[in-house]
């Protein structure tokens, strides 16, 4: 409940609307930038929509774990027997909570402003939440690793996820072009797999940053 109350849109003085209002204003500026030609933004909005939501998976990154580790919440747990693995896992499933499905439904104006059609729509809805979980994992094990920067911290945690989320992208968006349920069923299993091991990753890097 913590996590979700710091995470969730709205908290934080509206820092946290910051991706769900990134991800509409790609979708809204896209149209501008190649034209208003129906045909193409057809043939595009949907590759354009996983673009921004992994861009927006990006910028909460610095508030992900960095405080609680200057504040001594991480002692404290520690002192407690809470393990740092069971943390990161209680933080991943609200960091998804806190996006993924805004995500989703913000999904549904973007693909109006991108004339994209109910079926390929569907395809983009069922790759978001195959793929959204697998992001915020990505997210989570780099906020760990770069949890014990400081100034750059923000931009190269920026940088290690862009790679990392590459397999999801090719998937995600590819299913677009392939029909759909292959490239989703792709992207489901390395999100499964990413989400099994974020918890073990975050958790080691987060106990050598604290016991460094």
Do not use: C
Not at 117 to 125: A, N, Q
Not at 126 to 146: C, D, F, S
């Amino acid at each position: 409940m913590r996590d979700l109350a710091q995470l969730l849109p709205g908290a934080r003085k509206g820092n946290t609307l910051l991706p769900l209002l990134f991800f509409l204003a790609v979708a809204m500026l896209y149209p501008f930038a190649v034209g208003p030609n129906p045909n193409v933004l057809a043939a595009t909005g949907g590759g354009v929509i996983w673009v921004a939501a992994l861009l927006a998976a990006i910028l909460p990154l610095d508030r992900l774990l960095a405080p609680d580790l200057e504040n001594g919440f991480f002692d404290q747990w520690a002192l407690r027997g809470i393990a740092e693995e069971v943390v990161v896992a209680v933080r991943l499933l609200a960091h998804w909570i806190s996006f993924g499905p805004f995500l989703m439904l913000a999904a549904l104006p973007a693909s109006a402003l991108l004339g994209i059609d109910g079926e390929t729509l569907r395809t983009v809805e069922l790759g978001l939440l195959a793929g959204t979980p697998g992001l915020a994992a990505i997210g989570i094990i780099i906020a760990a690793v770069t949890v014990g920067l400081r100034g750059g911290g923000a931009a190269l945690s920026g940088l290690l996820v862009i790679p990392l989320a590459v397999p999801l992208l090719i998937f995600g968006a590819g299913s677009l072009s392939t029909g759909g349920d292959g490239g989703i069923a792709l992207t489901a299993a390395i999100s499964l797999l990413l989400v099994a091991i974020a918890p073990f990753a975050g958790g080691a890097a987060i106990r050598a940053a604290r016991e460094g």
